[in-house]
């Protein structure tokens, strides 16, 4: 499970809450949850799903705050032998995911 976090954009400069991004891959079930941690509490609040995403590992959040990126475990992308890096736009009241582009990492798994 890959795990990214970034700051809940507010109208506060030091917010109290951060978003933070989990990459669920299983093979019954996969995606990018999103949770909430509300840091003076020290409390992580039950993970919603944010995007559907086949098998994502690794995630990334741009330094900008605007975009998320995520490794995709697939043993083959565009009938190729290699996996893909996903890009998806983070909403900034609510912190979904909308896909953007997916490309192949021109690598395959190590296990083919």
């Known amino acids: 499970m890959g795990v990214s976090g970034r700051s809940a954009r507010s109208g506060a400069p030091h ?28 409390r992580l609040a039950k993970p919603d799903l944010a995007a559907e995403a086949t098998s994502p590992s690794f995630l990334a959040v741009h330094p900008n705050g605007r975009f998320l990126y995520a490794v995709v475990e697939v043993n083959k992308f565009d009938g190729k032998p290699a996996g893909a890096v ?19 990492s021109m690598g395959a798994d190590r296990a083919i």
């Open 15 to 42: 917010s109290a809450e951060t978003l933070v991004y989990l990459a669920l891959h299983r093979a019954e079930k996969s995606g990018i949850y999103l949770s909430r941690l509300d840091k003076a509490a020290g």
């Open 86 to 104: 996903s890009a998806f736009a983070i909403d900034p009241q609510s912190g979904k995911l909308s896909a953007l582009n997916e490309q192949s």
